[in-house]
């Protein structure tokens, strides 16, 4: 069966130009997700944001892939995964996986000391690699809540909450989500929920992003499908903010990575963190000695 062919038209052929030049532009933040394309394209006026210029975009980005004009790995999808299985030819291949493995991830918990427990908890999971790209270097978690979080999902919070006060730590939540209806609505009913309800006490809930201010600030494309009058809180909204409304991915990831990098050490004691990253590189260099005489006991073994 001949494969089907998409017609290429100079009007697509200059966006998908608009669209590489993006791609390079953010290359340090790839893969980027579909939504993260399309706003870019939106604040430069190269496309309107109306619903017809998303499906379009969509659509474009799939035969760029497929015909080889954008590589595959420069576009991911976060809302669908692949859990896989797997196993090994026989156990030779087995000890020589394991053995470049061995003590090779080792990372000293760099929050040691601190007397917060930080989460970054954000609404959407579409984000969730740039933030846990850079989270992980603090040794913080992200939380991805996807909307209004079950009672099962905060008893779980309430838990590494009471886990850590043990240790003395004071909680932190450090909030992301979208500006609309809903997203203003999430935190105030976590919080709701979780001090007045469960009686979990003495936490810090901050909502980061986004903000009234970071869309003036940064000149924000609106949603057009983020305020819909079947939401329970519609009415509510459009009185305090009007019909504009704007989704977390619409800020640039560079702003954003600022954002979330500010957000986390302003809660942080920098000179302990820089202390324990210190002892985290003497570790590293006494771990990889020992792997050294452990990898050549194995050679031996497999000789």
């Given at each position: 069966m001949a494969r089907r062919e998409?017609?290429?038209?100079?009007?697509?052929?200059?966006?998908?130009?608009?669209?590489?030049?993006?791609?390079?532009?953010?290359?340090?933040?790839?893969?980027?997700?579909?939504?993260?394309?399309?706003?870019?394209?939106?604040?430069k006026e190269i496309i309107k944001n109306v619903v017809s210029e998303y499906t379009m975009l969509s659509n474009m980005l799939k035969w760029a892939r497929i015909d080889g004009y954008i590589p595959w790995e420069t576009i991911e999808d976060r809302?669908?995964?692949?859990?896989?299985?797997?196993?090994?030819n026989d156990k030779k291949?087995?000890?020589?996986?394991?053995?470049?493995?061995?003590?090779?991830?080792?990372?000293?918990?760099?929050?040691?000391?601190?007397d917060k427990f930080i989460e970054v908890w954000i609404e959407k999971d579409a984000l969730s690699s740039i933030?846990?790209?850079?989270?992980?270097?603090?040794?913080?978690?992200?939380?991805?809540?996807?909307?209004?979080?079950?009672?099962?999902f905060l008893n779980d919070f309430k838990e590494r909450i009471e886990e850590n006060e043990k240790q003395?730590?004071?909680?932190?939540?450090?909030?992301?989500?979208?500006?609309?209806?809903?997203g203003l609505e999430m935190l105030p009913a976590m919080e709701e929920t979780l001090l007045n309800e469960m009686g979990t006490n003495g936490i810090e809930f901050k909502r980061i992003a986004l903000t009234k201010q970071d869309i003036i600030d940064y000149n924000l494309p609106n949603d057009p499908n983020a305020v819909k009058k079947?939401?329970?809180?519609?009415?509510?909204?459009?009185?305090?903010?009007?019909?504009?409304a704007v989704e977390l991915d619409a800020l640039p990831p560079n702003i954003l990575e600022q954002k979330i990098k500010t957000a986390i050490e302003n809660e942080i004691d920098i000179d302990l963190f820089n202390s324990q990253m210190e002892i985290e590189k003497q570790e590293v260099e006494d771990l990889t000695s020992l792997k050294s005489k452990v990898i050549e006991l194995l050679k031996d073994q497999l000789n």
């Open positions: 998409f017609k290429w038209t100079d009007k697509q052929i200059e966006k998908l130009n608009h669209v590489i030049k993006i791609l390079n532009e953010w290359i340090k933040y790839r893969p980027l997700t579909l939504r993260q394309v399309y706003y870019q394209l939106v604040s809302v669908r995964a692949v859990h896989f299985g797997r196993g090994w291949s087995f000890i020589e996986e394991q053995a470049d493995d061995f003590l090779g991830g080792y990372r000293r918990h760099l929050m040691n000391g601190q933030f846990s790209r850079l989270t992980r270097r603090y040794c913080i978690s992200t939380v991805v809540c996807r909307g209004f979080s079950s009672i099962t003395g730590k004071c909680p932190v939540m450090l909030y992301f989500g979208d500006f609309d209806a809903s079947t939401d329970t809180r519609y009415k509510k909204f459009i009185e305090k903010f009007g019909t504009y």
